[in-house]
């Protein structure tokens, strides 16, 4: 009878003891659930920085996409002059404009020669030349060779003291190359710092034959970068685009 009771006792401690660990098992839980109560409004402010960081980084990546499709602006180191320092940039100008001209020429591409050009005679020029030279490509059906690419090889470049704040000469020799075959020719630029930007005041490529040869004159080596600026030697030029164009025709 004893040990019967023994056991007994036993087995209701036991149930008492699972009992008591099953109660603070229960407060740890609770405890640990209030510890996560407390803790989830700074989760969830931390997720809403990622998501708000995430957004920036798209509006940043647009930005910058819109950016990139307008013309860049090539920057002197000096706002208020020019210097042989300026090289690089003045190449990498020159070099892009080169790109988006014979893009232009043989594959209809859009120019925007306001943003690289500083004077008016001297884009009027270019636009027409653009003009003829498509039109006179797209007449003989050479259009369908796209220009791929325009490589620049080793350029010269100068740089000239004048009373305006001096200019740069460089010389790119270019290869252009099409779906079917390249060809190559040398382009002159006369660049100035107008305003802390640098633009191109003059711009000749003078292979035989080239559309600059026939107009503006044969073997020219440019060098004066006012040029453009002479209203009356613009007309002339103008003059002979006219009839230069319609003696092809």
Same mark, same amino acid.
């Given at each position: ?24 098992? #229960? +407060? $740890?839980?609770?405890? %640990? /659930? ?6 989830? @409004?700074?989760?969830? &402010?931390? =997720? ?7 957004? #920036? +980084? $798209?509006?940043?990546? %647009? /930005? ?6 307008? @013309?860049?602006?090539? &920057?002197? =180191? ?9 090289? $690089? ?15 232009? &020429? ?144």
């Amino acid at each position: 009878m004893k040990a019967r009771l023994k056991i007994l006792l036993t087995f209701c401690l036991l149930i008492t003891l699972s009992g008591c660990s099953t109660t603070m098992e #229960n +407060k $740890e839980s609770e405890q %640990n /659930t209030d510890k996560l109560i407390d803790e989830e @409004p700074e989760t969830i &402010v931390s =997720k809403e920085s990622i998501e708000v960081s995430a957004l #920036n +980084k $798209e509006i940043t990546l %647009n /930005t910058e996409r819109n950016v990139l499709q307008d @013309p860049p602006e090539y &920057v002197a =180191k000096n706002k208020g002059g020019l210097s042989i320092q300026d090289s $690089e940039t003045a190449y990498e100008m020159c070099a892009r404009v080169l790109t988006d001209y014979y893009k232009a &020429v043989w594959n209809g591409s859009n120019i925007e020669m306001g943003a690289f050009i500083g004077n008016v005679n001297l884009e009027q020029y270019t636009q027409k030349k653009i003009q003829y030279q498509f039109d006179l490509y797209l007449t003989h059906n050479l259009t369908d060779n796209l220009v791929k690419s325009v490589d620049v090889g080793t350029f010269e470049v100068e740089y000239t003291d004048d009373v305006a704040g001096g200019f740069l000469y460089l010389k790119l020799p270019v290869e252009i190359k099409k779906t079917v075959g390249s060809y190559g020719e040398p382009t002159e630029f006369l660049v100035r710092n107008v305003n802390g930007k640098l633009v191109i005041v003059d711009w000749y490529t003078g292979t035989k034959d080239s559309y600059d040869f026939m107009v503006r004159g044969e073997n020219l080596t440019i060098g004066n970068p006012n040029i453009w600026d002479d209203s009356e030697w613009a007309k002339k030029v103008d003059l002979k685009q006219i009839e230069f164009s319609s003696s092809i025709q």
